[in-house]
């Protein structure tokens, strides 16, 4: 789930005693903010092959025996990633505190993060929080309450919330200070939750004899247009609904002209750019590697077979058989005056996002009455034509993210003690969103934010369905010195071309800087290229983005390292190239 932070585990061995043994047990406490921290504890043996292999424990979640990748713990450095919750680690060791000292990094945030040798007392799993035996979704006063609490000292932020079950259906909404009222009608940006709609496009038109679920991508690529390909292996419809396609979250090609609206400027012609040079990284279909990407190009693909545009078909196959009036693409100006203000991660208002050709990743507008009605449907309360491809859409299982999450097209799998818990979230730069529903009892749950300050709000879907703790609320953070009061200076071209080239951070990470006439672009893995401004010789920053980067210059000038600073943490890179 989205909230994990940092969490993985496997067999206990002997405690290290140096830099160059990192075998055994190590404990950390992450600080998330003042209100939030988890306790973390790696795990690393050596296989019967003389590798090493490891585990990753986030304690307090209760989140164990995740493995860890790309493990290196050598010449006083340690670096792993953590695929499930897509982080990494990095650190080198002290030897005067006899830890490793480094930072650990998720989600575009870094934070430090010290591990030293674990104890009984360190390594310990916080004790189990039972469900409640008997659940019963709450009363409406109980659920306004749980709305105010997270909304609490958020001017402008507010949240809907819409239960279905055995009753019918029940809405309530509010709003911090004296905003507008929010409701059942209130429209907000559903984010990835779009993916479920196209995966049941992909679903429906496989009922439908339109396509199949392993047809290669290419085939509904425009006449010319090439998908890449490993070892022989082509990526199928199935491969990109269910994450497992290789290709990255994000194409390496947006522009983010506007940060704000960061897809908006992204066409046809670029997707077909990035797809034509692409080279994958791993093998198709080995593994689960979330992709924004991945959903944008198959709804793409979907429209193409179907000869129209996403949104129409969209209408035609899913909303408008369902009755869903108000689950759309482009808003209507009626529409428009019912559509939330969205509030990014400092609570400041933020513009709307548009995705015209990776709308099927996660541009859909939608309320809280509209989705209870799909949920009705996915639940079998009422039936449709489309009955046949929701059941499809869970019939086959792909392992997930973590141990008891599974996937099917499109839909997120929770095991529970009350049986299983179907779901999807979303977010994008100012809303939040999750929909879940448990198969057995017949009871779902929408909730809708228009704020982004917290990264999920899934802990309230769960905590209606099955009773499940609700996290803290996260805090509204400070708003960050602003980039336009940093002070850009020139310096003469040799300047910038000592700075020339590739930084490895970790495995997975590098920075590659080049130059365009008198300026420089840096470009981070799975990330489009921005320009860095120059604040002081060696030191760059981005405007895009609150963040730096700091090169290092050994005694003879010779640039040989740098320093990304973002979030109040940094990561040590060194120069791989030229």
């Keep these: 789930m989205k909230r994990w932070l940092p969490l993985l585990g496997i067999a206990l061995l ?98 430090p993060l010290a591990l ?56 309530t909404g509010r709003v911090a200070t004296r905003a507008t009222a929010f409701d059942g009608n209130t429209l907000f940006e559903i984010g990835s939750m779009s993916k479920v709609f196209t995966a049941l496009l992909l679903a429906d038109m496989v009922e439908r004899g339109e396509v199949a679920l392993d047809d290669p991508a290419e085939k509904y690529l425009p006449a010319g247009a090439k998908m890449p390909m490993r070892g022989g292996r082509k990526i199928t419809l199935e491969d990109l609904a269910t994450h ?111 995705l015209p050709i990776l709308v099927g990743a996660g541009g859909i507008r939608s309320t809280v009455n509209d989705l209870l009605l799909f949920l009705d449907a996915v639940m079998g309360t009422k039936r449709y034509s489309l009955a046949p491809a929701m059941k499809a859409m869970l019939a086959k299982r792909w392992p997930g993210v973590a141990p008891g999450i599974t996937t099917g097209l499109g839909w997120v799998v929770l095991a529970s003690p009350s049986g299983e818990i179907v779901y999807h979230d979303g977010g ?14 017949r009871r779902g749950v929408v909730v809708l934010s228009n704020a982004a300050v917290e990264e999920s709000i899934n802990d309230l879907s769960l905590h209606l369905l099955l009773g499940a703790p609700v996290a803290p609320p996260a805090p509204v953070p400070p708003v960050p010195k602003p980039v336009a009061a940093r002070t850009a200076i020139e310096l003469p071209v040799p300047e910038l071309d000592r700075v020339i080239g590739r930084y490895r951070f970790n495995p997975q990470l590098e920075l590659t800087v080049t130059r365009e006439g008198a300026g420089l672009r840096a470009q981070v893995t799975g990330q489009p290229r921005f320009p860095i401004f120059a604040e002081a010789p060696l030191s760059f920053f981005w405007r895009v983005v609150d963040a730096q980067v700091v090169f290092v210059a050994g005694p003879n000038g010779r640039v040989t390292g740098a320093v990304l600073h973002q979030g109040g943490g940094e990561l040590v890179g060194t120069r791989v190239a030229p």
């Design 14 to 111: 002997p405690s290290a005693a140096s830099a160059q043994d990192a075998r055994g047990d190590w404990a950390g406490t992450l600080e998330v903010n003042p209100t939030v921290k988890l306790r973390l504890a790696l795990h690393i043996a050596v296989s019967d092959s003389g590798t090493l292999t490891g585990t990753f424990d986030s304690l307090d979640q209760q989140a164990l025996g995740m493995p860890v990748a790309n493990l290196v713990a050598t010449s006083g450095r340690l670096s792993f990633d953590v695929p499930a919750v897509k982080g990494h680690y990095e650190a080198t060791w002290n030897g005067a505190t006899r830890a490793w000292s480094g930072s650990w990094s998720q989600s575009g945030k870094i934070w």
């Design 116 to 171: 030293s040798i674990g104890t009984k007392e360190t390594l310990a799993p916080a004790p189990p929080r039972p469900l409640p035996a008997h659940w019963a979704i709450p009363d409406t006063a109980a659920i306004d309450s749980l709305i105010d609490q997270r909304i609490a000292g958020r001017s402008g932020a507010g949240i809907v919330i819409g239960v279905t079950d055995s009753a019918g259906h029940r809405v």
């Design 244 to 354: 497992r396609s290789g290709l990255p979250r994000l194409p390496d090609n947006l522009s983010f002209r506007d940060p704000t609206n960061p897809y908006a400027d992204y066409r046809e012609a670029d997707l077909l750019d990035f797809l034509g040079h692409y080279e994958l990284t791993r093998d198709i279909g080995s593994t689960y590697e979330y992709s924004n990407l991945g959903f944008g190009l198959l709804g793409y693909l979907l429209a193409r077979r179907a000869g129209t545009d996403y949104e129409t078909l969209l209408k035609r196959r899913i909303t408008i058989p369902l009755g869903m009036n108000d689950t759309t693409v482009t808003l209507t100006p009626a529409q428009k005056a019912r559509f939330a203000r969205g509030h990014d991660q400092y609570m400041r208002p933020t513009s709307a996002w548009d």
């Design 428 to 441: 994008t730069g100012g809303f939040r969103s999750s929909m879940a529903y448990g198969p057995i009892k």
